[in-house]
């Protein structure tokens, strides 16, 4: 079942409510408080930071209309790979969940690892992730993966780098 994108008079309908100031560009607190997580808490900051970097295509820290056009699409895809993978409806990711939905996106992962993405994304101290720290958890493990493949030049999943380079990755990541 395909979903029809939202009208730009929608889109702009809503940008003008979000960009309280009226600067014509959303903030990164404008953006928080416009987003919900499905917790009645505000959207994670690290992810707010994280998808303002992604579409701020002219670098000013803000996002403006054509910008949060891409946005809008960008979070709307995330809540509908979110509420398939939320396989009990509870609003929030569990590690089996979480498990099942990297497992889909081609992850192959120890048991470990995603008890160690629970706590490194769980806010709420439940055992569970919610909306936007899913989305945040797993644009996180895309970059990584992706940084990582640069170096893994046979595709076999290892990699051997010198200290130096290993900085240069991590420092490099837009994240």
């Known amino acids: 079942m395909s979903q029809n994108p939202p009208s730009d008079a929608f889109l702009r309908e809503i940008f003008q409510k979000v960009d309280t100031d009226r600067s014509g560009s959303i903030s990164s607190?404008?953006?928080q408080a416009a987003l919900s997580n499905g917790t009645w808490s505000p959207f994670n900051p690290e992810?707010?930071?994280?998808?303002?970097?992604?579409?701020?295509?002219?670098?000013s820290?803000?996002?403006?209309?054509?910008?949060?056009?891409?946005?809008?699409k960008y979070?709307?895809?995330w809540e509908r790979c979110f509420k398939q993978f939320d396989l009990d409806g509870s609003?929030?990711?569990?590690?089996?969940?979480?498990?099942?939905?990297?497992?889909?996106f081609g992850y192959r992962l120890s048991d470990n690892f995603y008890d160690l993405l629970i706590k490194r994304f769980d806010r709420t101290g439940r055992g569970n992730v919610a909306f936007d720290d899913f989305i945040q958890a797993c644009v996180s493990i895309q970059t990584l993966t992706n940084a990582f493949r640069h170096f893994d030049r046979q595709q076999i999943g290892q990699i051997t780098i010198g200290y130096e380079d290993f900085l240069t990755l991590v420092f490099s990541l837009r994240m």
Do not use: C, P, Y
Not at 47 to 53: S, W
Not at 63 to 70: A, M, N, W
């Open 47 to 59: 992810t707010i930071r994280m998808m303002i970097g992604m579409f701020d295509r002219d670098e």
């Open 29 to 31: 607190n404008e953006l």
């Open 91 to 104: 609003g929030a990711i569990d590690k089996h969940e979480l498990k099942t939905a990297l497992s889909s």
């Open 75 to 77: 979070v709307s895809d």
């Open 61 to 72: 820290s803000t996002i403006d209309f054509q910008e949060f056009r891409l946005l809008w």
